[in-house]
């Protein structure tokens, strides 16, 4: 079936097991947009068939994946192994960043001052417009167009990362969001299958709290996360794929405030400034039985659950909304990671560029980084059999989607996402109705 957008990816991978460290794009959103530097771009060289420089090109990356990070030890095997095959020719050099906002805030900086590393990567808090703007960026399209490192990519993945006609970014690291439940949770009161609708949802919501079991653990502190992507998917069930094009001045906005409004008649007595630890540590302690977030979570399932959790748990489908214009088996979805490059003058140092990317995006080193991590690419690869069920599930799920579409702060300005926990909050204490609360993103964004 056609998928409404191309960011994802790359969900058919091998993982036989998972990192449990957070990945980038889970904390809020809080940057500016890169504004475009004074001075002119220079024009991109042509990379010649081949790569023999006349000496070594040496590529300086300030890297995030490094340290504690989860994909650290397998990206670091990969750097290593590109060195040893391109010595003499080409050598990255890792610039170790441990802090993903200082990261963040060092991108943005040397872009406004007209400057680019020579590699880099940026997660889903960057729009890609503004960082085109920067006009510092490479235009990777003519060693794309027609080749077979293009063919590498699901979809629409590359279109995703186009630009004014132009790939200024190659997308990389991809995420969806499932919706998993605890069924011996779910058996004490009652339900052997997770319901299809949110009419059903809420009916089960009811025999869970009288069970004295949180249905849906829930927050509005920090980047009100797991609150979030509850509301991007009941965005998706009530007004279909396209309920992003139109704005907040689509009915389902409201609609789906109404809904989520409900959900906290049904979430823990401290889910109102609460953040990810507590949303997360009442999943994992056998005290919620509805939870939602990426994959990158689902080996804490296993190895921080009490109760045999990790046995417990199984992959649904957000359920439908009776009426709405969502088709069953939507989801929402994110782009984690794009990988960028400086403009670059020099032909020998555009082809070190080109030549290292590919180079990390063969399949053998993908398969590897998400078994380390639990990441998911954009790089089309095949399933195995042998990952653990909830994950196969998941990724059988996101391959046979209607469609994948970026979740709410993805898909909305900047200033939007960031005040999504403030008015949250005023939605949930009930200074606001839902009305009031989309009038409160409205005024963000103006």
């Given at each position: 079936m056609k998928k409404?957008?191309?960011?994802i990816l790359a969900l058919a991978l091998a993982v036989t097991a998972f990192a449990c460290a957070a990945p980038a794009a889970a904390p809020a959103a809080t940057e500016a947009p890169v504004?475009?530097?004074?001075?002119e771009a220079p024009a991109e060289p042509v990379v010649e068939e081949g790569f023999n420089p006349a000496s070594e090109v040496t590529l300086n990356f300030p890297c995030i994946w490094v340290g504690t990070d989860s994909k650290a030890a397998v990206f670091g095997e990969m750097v290593t192994a590109f060195n040893t095959e391109y010595a003499g020719r080409a050598k990255v050099v890792i610039e170790e960043q441990t802090d993903y906002q200082a990261y963040r805030d060092k991108i943005r900086t040397m872009l406004s001052a007209g400057q680019a590393p020579d590699l880099f990567s940026v997660d889903g808090t960057f729009k890609l417009a503004d960082l085109a703007g920067s006009g510092k960026l490479?235009?990777?399209?003519?060693?794309l167009t027609d080749s077979d490192w293009s063919a590498l990519y699901n979809d629409g993945a590359l279109a995703d990362a186009t630009v004014d006609g132009k790939i200024i970014a190659i997308p990389f690291e991809s995420a969806v969001f499932g919706i998993y439940y605890n069924t011996e949770l779910l058996a004490n009161a009652g339900y052997t299958e997770f319901p299809k609708t949110y009419d059903e949802l809420f009916t089960m919501a009811d025999a869970l709290k009288a069970q004295g079991v949180i249905a849906f653990p829930l927050m509005t502190g920090e980047n009100a996360w797991s609150s979030m992507l509850w509301y991007s998917q009941i965005l998706l069930a009530i007004g279909g794929p396209d309920v992003y094009k139109n704005g907040l001045d689509d009915?389902?906005?409201v609609q789906a405030a109404e809904v989520l409004k409900k959900m906290f008649d049904y979430t823990s007595s401290d889910a109102v400034g609460a953040g990810a630890a507590v949303v997360n540590g009442h999943f994992l302690n056998f005290e919620a039985a509805v939870y939602t977030n990426g994959p990158w979570f689902l080996p804490r399932f296993a190895k921080e659950g009490i109760n045999d959790l990790g046995t417990k748990v199984k992959f649904a489908l957000p359920p439908?909304?009776?009426?709405?214009?969502g088709t069953y088996g939507?989801?929402?979805?994110?782009v984690q990671a794009y990988l960028c490059a400086g403009v670059q003058t020099d032909a020998d140092k555009a082809a070190a560029v080109v030549e290292f990317y590919k180079f990390i995006n063969q399949p053998e080193w993908l398969y590897k980084l998400a078994e380390s991590s639990g990441a998911m690419f954009a790089v089309k690869l095949e399933s195995n059999t042998n990952d653990i069920q909830v994950k196969?599930?998941?990724?059988?799920?996101a391959n046979s989607a209607p469609y994948i579409v970026k979740h709410f702060n993805d898909s909305m300005p900047t200033a939007i996402g960031n005040a999504l926990p403030a008015a949250l909050d005023e939605l949930v204490l009930g200074t606001v109705d839902a009305q009031g609360f989309v009038d409160l993103l409205k005024a963000a964004g103006q």
């Open positions: 409404i957008l191309a960011l504004e475009a530097a004074a001075t490479m235009d990777f399209t003519p060693y009915p389902a906005f439908e909304y009776v009426g709405g214009k939507g989801l929402a979805g994110t196969q599930d998941l990724l059988a799920a």
